[in-house]
């Protein structure tokens, strides 16, 4: 960015005071902060606030990682589906973690097709199958009426209706393969091969309320698959190799990477699996399922003539067996933001039983990476440099928040506590002396410590400290 001092000089070189040097992001579990030792909040369970997460959750009201309205709803619902959504910083966890999902989780990329498929099956399900229908409300009630024609409410006519209906997916599985032929053409029907895909799937909530327990909600989840396509002789090797592989995956961005966990099981029909869980407070989730399915699935997907499914493993022609690797994004979601918060005294007050919290995300991961506001200066001056750092920052995919658009004065204490609990790993204070010497102040999330640092070195800082970060 090149920028003009008062004095006509263009900014450039070593910054006048201090001499900044690019770190290394600090270590996962590193203190918040020199002389306050932070402690993670899953480990305050035995608190009064640990059982429920009743503190994080206000955290992530307050600053907009779930979607405000009347109020915080429980837990319970936001892990269910059954939620109003996740709020703009929230949904940007999420899409951070579905690139990184998309860019890290799936290492033999010429092997991988993403593929989509739409968010209901056709009409033409087994009228008895269960699942979410999709019907016109009107239509419904003509066909519980009998829709005229002498025919008597409900019964086959009521039956017709519902077999007419298209079905919303509970699953990413059967659209993916679906695909499958077409995918194995492409690869000149070598394997091992797999098809990936991150959509939203529905399903049905049971009512906690006892009056309405036979009126279930319809959940929704985003989530992501892999379906990997290997022959039979080597399925198991490659169950094993996606469980170590994802397991590490997840710890990867946890403070605490000892919460994420796995077990095995065994389904009705005797097939091999794995869950992937959080340890949250209350006890396991679940947030990833590896399963062998064997060739069940494709011989029901393409029932008839079997050839078009064989795929080539060395010299033989074998119908491979798929692997299905389902994780549920919106609960990864969750399981980070309690693995990421931190407690520590607040050095800034006096007060009794005061806890600075911070939600210290993994850079990868974190909605905003850095925070511009002005101090002391010529308002509108400051204001244009902020206005050309953002634009720099934004061009090179580094998100950044507008905080010096605010117009309610507030000090620098309560903007740290702000960013803090915003996760931005970053706040950056353009004052009178950037328009004199070009220098700005750098605090960081992690340590707390401020630093001066040249202007025209933020954006290589910035982006070197994220690329880093992917690497450890």
């Known amino acids: 960015m090149a920028l003009r001092c008062r ?22 579990a590193e203190g918040v902060g020199a002389g306050a030792p932070a402690r993670p909040y899953a480990a305050a369970a035995g608190g009064a606030e640990g059982p429920s997460g009743e503190e994080l959750l206000a955290v992530c009201w307050r600053r907009h990682f779930l979607r405000r309205g009347a109020g915080p709803r429980p837990w319970r619902d936001y892990l269910s589906g059954c939620h109003p ?3 703009p910083l929230g949904v940007a966890l999420r899409a951070n973690l579905a690139a990184q999902w ?3 989780a799936l290492p033999l990329r010429e092997q991988v097709w993403e593929v989509d498929a739409p968010l209901h099956r056709p009409p033409g399900a087994p009228r ?5 229908r999709l019907l016109h409300s009107e239509t419904l009630r003509e066909a519980l009426r009998g829709g005229g024609c002498g025919r008597e409410p409900g019964g086959p006519w009521l039956e017709e209706v519902l077999g007419s209906a298209a079905v919303l997916r509970e699953s990413l599985l059967p659209g993916a393969l679906a695909q499958y032929v077409s995918c194995l053409e492409l690869m000149n029907r070598r394997l ?6 991150v959509g939203v799937c529905f399903d049905s909530v049971p009512e906690n309320e006892p009056h309405k327990e036979h009126l279930p909600r ?4 985003t989530t992501s698959l892999l379906a990997w396509f290997s022959s039979p002789r080597t399925a198991g090797q490659w169950l094993d190799y996606w469980l170590r592989q994802r397991l590490q995956w997840w710890r990867k961005f946890a403070v605490s990477p000892s919460n994420f966990g796995s077990s095995d099981f065994q389904d009705e029909e005797g097939r091999r699996g794995f869950n992937l869980h959080y340890s949250f407070p209350w006890g396991t989730e679940t947030i990833e399922t590896l399963k062998n399915l064997g060739d069940t699935e494709l011989l029901q997907m393409y029932p008839g003539d079997s050839s078009k499914l064989l795929g080539r493993d060395g010299r033989k022609n074998v119908i491979p067996h798929v692997l299905s690797v389902s994780g549920n994004l919106d609960r990864g979601v969750l399981a980070y933001l309690f693995d990421s918060l931190q407690l520590a005294e607040n050095p800034l007050t006096k007060k009794k039983n005061s806890q ?6 993994h850079p990868c991961l974190a909605p905003l990476k850095v925070a511009l506001d002005v101090g002391k200066g010529p308002t509108t001056e400051l204001r244009q440099v902020c206005q050309g750092l953002f634009n720099e920052l934004s061009e090179n995919r580094i998100s950044v928040w507008p905080g010096y658009l605010e117009t309610v004065q507030v000090s620098l204490e309560q903007l740290y506590t702000k960013y803090d609990e915003m996760s931005v790993l970053f706040m950056v204070l353009i004052t009178d002396a950037t328009l004199e010497s070009g220098v700005v102040q750098l605090r960081s999330r992690d340590t ?15 982006t070197k400290y994220v690329t880093s970060a992917k690497n450890m």
């Open 7 to 28: 004095h006509g000089h263009r900014w450039g070189g070593r910054a006048p005071v201090g001499r900044p040097v690019p770190r290394r992001p600090p270590p996962a």
């Open 85 to 87: 959504g996740l709020g």
């Open 102 to 104: 998309g860019a890290s």
């Open 128 to 132: 008895a199958a269960p699942g979410l």
């Open 192 to 197: 091992p091969c797999g098809l990936a895909q």
């Open 218 to 221: 319809i959940g929704e989840r």
């Open 356 to 361: 600075r919290k911070v939600l210290k995300l």
């Open 448 to 462: 707390t410590m401020k630093e001066m640092m040249h202007i025209s070195r933020l954006k290589d800082f910035l």
